[in-house]
Nanobody, 119 residues
């Protein structure tokens, strides 16, 4: 199973970006998908996670970021609006994946995508 993230870049404060992350491989189901971010020298922190029944956000992004998922495409999105310089980080997608044929549960990470918010 692989996760492929895209959509990062440079944006001015107040701008928007949309991140995407597609999971591929012999997937039976995906329990949780999420986005995390990390600034060099700091710990990785949760930004948003989503199951089939709920979405959760860190306080600092509530009202600005929206996480969504397309189960048919095994893809998770993060719509980021009203971006601030403090949102600058490397963003990583994560998925808890049930794989065929063993139905083992794997914790998978994608390669990070850089988001820079600067004027």
């Amino acid at each position: 199973v692989q996760l492929q993230a895209s959509g990062g870049g440079l944006v001015q404060p107040g701008g928007s970006l949309r991140l995407s992350c597609a999971a591929s491989g012999n997937i039976a189901s995906i329990n949780v998908m999420g986005w995390y971010r990390q600034v060099p020298g700091n710990q990785r922190e949760m930004v948003a996670t989503i199951t089939n029944s709920r979405a959760d956000y860190r306080d600092s992004v509530k009202g600005r970021f929206t996480i969504s998922r397309d189960n048919a495409k095994n893809t998770v999105y993060l719509q980021m609006n009203s971006l601030k310089p403090e949102d600058t980080a490397i963003y990583f997608c994560n998925a808890i994946v049930v794989v065929r044929p063993t139905y083992a549960v794997l914790d998978k990470w994608g390669h990070g995508t850089q988001v820079t918010v600067s004027s």
